[in-house]
Structure formats: structure tokens, C-alpha cells
T-cell receptor, first 112, second 112 residues
Framework: NAGVTQTPKFRILKIGQSMTLQCTQD?????MYWYRQDPGMGLKLIYY???????DKGEVPNGYNVSRSTTEDFPLRLELAAPSQTSVYFC???????????FGPGTRLTVT | GIQVEQSPPDLILQEGANSTLRCNFS?????LQWFHQNPWGQLINLFY???GTKQNGRLSATTVATERYSLLYISSSQTTDSGVYFC??????????????FGGGTRLMVKP
């Protein structure tokens, strides 16, 4: 049982490039989340999904897109990368009840 | 949205000392989690504690939901306890996922 896995671990992008951050969970959780953590701060929610085919915006969705075609996978797409998107990105998952969220190891992204 | 405040923001302890970290939140919640972010950036689930008291080894936590606060106790601290401790709260409803709002964290350094 690997839990929540994320790839890549590190990535450097040039301004204007695009990329997809991958997230997979093997716990059969129906809820999945994407957060970002800026230096010295707590995490902020970007997008979440309550099941395959259903996604919604969180607190800081601008510049990102998501899709959820399967229960296991929840990729995060960055279009036209900007320096403000330099951050550590965490994926998480949970059951609908209990609500405890489990986090992946994170992807450290730098946009220069 | 829900506001989450953690105190103290920074804490330096001598190995073997005890400490109490506090988390205040501004509204009703049905999810509260404590995390330890280690120096490598990994988020480790400590407690899922929307109410009541739990203990796990040298750590324990208490949430008084009616008074909107939670406490994390660390006893006999060790150098491996160093890192950032986050409190995160959420309110689950039928239309939205369980979105966690994170506090700013308590940065703990345990000296040998």
C-alpha cells in the first residue's frame, strides 16, 4: 500500500512552459485535493475532487487546471508557468467519512 | 472562511523538555488534524482529532470544539521532533469536499 504518490519530485520550468504534476492514490479514497505551500507558510487549497468526473476550485485556482477520470489519479496542469507558481505542491486524499486527509511527499517546482 | 491561528510561532526547547502548542479557529469544524512537517518537507499525520483527547507515545492532543481550540502536547522532546507543526481545520458539507484550512505553523527546534 503506497498511499499517495506524486511525480516528479523536483522540476524547473521556464516562464511560459506548461507541465502536469501527477498524483495517484491506492487507498480507494473518493476525495482528492491539490495544495500549494509557499516558503514559510501553511498550505492553501488549489482544487479538489469528490469523485471521478467531479472537480471544483479551492482558494487559489488561477493558473491551474485539473481532471479526474479515475478514482486513483488526480493530475494538476500548469499552463503558461509564471514565477508566482514557484512553490511546493502537495496532493492529498481522503474518504468522505472519516475526513482525515493523507498527503503525498510533494513536488518542488521552480519557475525561472 | 475559517481563520486558524497557531501559537507560539517559534519555539526552542532543550532536549527532554515538554511543550504545548495551541491552535485557535474561528468557526465550527468537523475536521481537525495536526501534522509534523519534517526538515525534508514531508507532512506526517499526527492526529485526526475533531474533538476529544488522543495520545500516541510522547504526543497527545486535545480539541475543545465548543471553545474552538486544540492543543498539542509534546513530552520529553527529542531532536527528531524538530520541524514545523501545523494545525489544519475543515468543515464538511454535502456539496463540497472537506477542504482543510491550515494555520501558519509552529516552528520547533529541539537542541541536544
Amino acid at each position: 500500500n503506497a498511499g499517495v504518490t506524486q511525480t516528479p519530485k523536483f522540476r524547473i520550468l521556464k516562464i511560459g512552459q506548461s507541465m502536469t504534476l501527477q498524483c495517484t492514490q491506492d487507498m480507494n479514497h473518493n476525495y482528492m485535493y491539490w495544495y500549494r505551500q509557499d516558503p514559510g507558510m501553511g498550505l492553501k487549497l488549489i482544487y479538489y475532487s469528490v469523485g471521478a468526473g467531479i472537480t471544483d476550485k479551492g482558494e487559489v485556482p488561477n493558473g491551474y487546471n485539473v481532471s479526474r477520470s479515475t478514482t486513483e489519479d488526480f493530475p494538476l496542469r500548469l499552463e503558461l508557468a509564471a514565477p508566482s507558481q514557484t512553490s511546493v505542491y502537495f496532493c492529498a486524499s481522503s474518504y468522505s467519512r472519516p475526513y482525515e486527509q493523507y498527503f503525498g511527499p510533494g513536488t518542488r517546482l521552480t519557475v525561472t | 472562511g475559517i481563520q486558524v491561528e497557531q501559537s507560539p510561532p517559534d519555539l526552542i526547547l532543550q532536549e527532554g523538555a515538554n511543550s504545548t502548542l495551541r491552535c485557535n479557529f474561528s468557526d465550527s469544524v468537523n475536521n481537525l488534524q495536526w501534522f509534523h512537517q519534517n526538515p525534508w518537507g514531508q507532512l506526517i499525520n499526527l492526529f485526526y482529532i475533531p474533538s476529544g483527547t488522543k495520545q500516541n507515545g510522547r504526543l497527545s492532543a486535545t480539541t475543545v470544539a465548543t471553545e474552538r481550540y486544540s492543543l498539542l502536547y509534546i513530552s520529553s522532546s527529542q531532536t527528531t521532533d524538530s520541524g514545523v507543526y501545523f494545525c489544519a481545520v475543515g468543515f464538511m458539507n454535502n456539496n463540497a469536499g472537506n477542504m482543510l484550512t491550515f494555520g501558519g505553523g509552529t516552528r520547533l527546534m529541539v537542541k541536544p
